[in-house]
């Protein structure tokens, strides 16, 4: 029995957590992954960006309309955001909205810009993605519900821990002046 509740336990671990937020009636079973809580409703907002699929065709660039709209994904080691080091901010590159900075950021070695943290944890959005049989955490923008690429737990431990693997197509970077 106890071998059976410790493999349990590190499944749970591998999968992330499900635990119970809100109080009273309202509670909810929300999915913990990394020290994150992942929500399958997009997250409501004053400032909120919804516009049609035309409207978004107009904004963005082909190939930022297939990663933000459409959960495409960029090839591995092609945006040039990948090597950026000097100090400024990425911003959504569908609602300017800014998300993650040069100070979180680190070479993971996986071909896209990765960060340890958003700028601010409200303003991305952790969606479950179990697209093509895998089990992944998805990262949105809480703004505009815009791809970002996706949330993994093998991070820089001495930081979070987390790598946020991002399309670089799906930010507009800023240098700081």
């Not at 336990?9 to 999915?31: E, F, H, N, P």
């Not at 459409?70 to 911003?91: I, M, R």
């Not at 993971?108 to 179990?130: A, H, I, M, N, Y």
Request: proline fraction near 4%; aromatic fraction near 10%; glycine fraction near 10%.
């Amino acid at each position: 029995m106890n071998m059976l509740f410790a493999t349990l336990a590190i499944v749970a671990i591998g999968v992330g957590l499900a635990v119970l937020t809100g109080s009273g009636d309202q509670d909810q079973k929300k999915r913990v992954y990394g020290g994150l809580v992942v929500d399958e409703k997009s997250p409501e907002r004053k400032d909120k960006l919804v516009l049609t699929d035309a409207e978004w065709k107009k904004r963005l660039k082909p190939e930022q309309y297939r990663i933000l709209r459409n959960k495409g994904t960029e090839a591995a080691f092609c945006s040039p955001l990948n090597d950026v080091k000097v100090a400024g901010v990425f911003h959504c590159a569908g609602c300017d909205l800014p998300l993650f900075s040069t100070d979180a950021k680190f070479q993971s070695g996986t071909g896209w810009p990765s960060f340890f943290q958003p700028v601010k944890r409200e303003d991305v959005w952790l969606k479950s993605d179990r697209a093509y049989g895998m089990d992944r955490i998805e990262v949105l923008c809480s703004r505009c519900d815009g791809h970002l690429g996706h949330v993994f737990n093998d991070g820089p431990r001495e930081t979070t821990g987390n790598r946020f693997c991002i399309n670089g197509e799906s930010l507009v970077f800023r240098e700081k002046k």
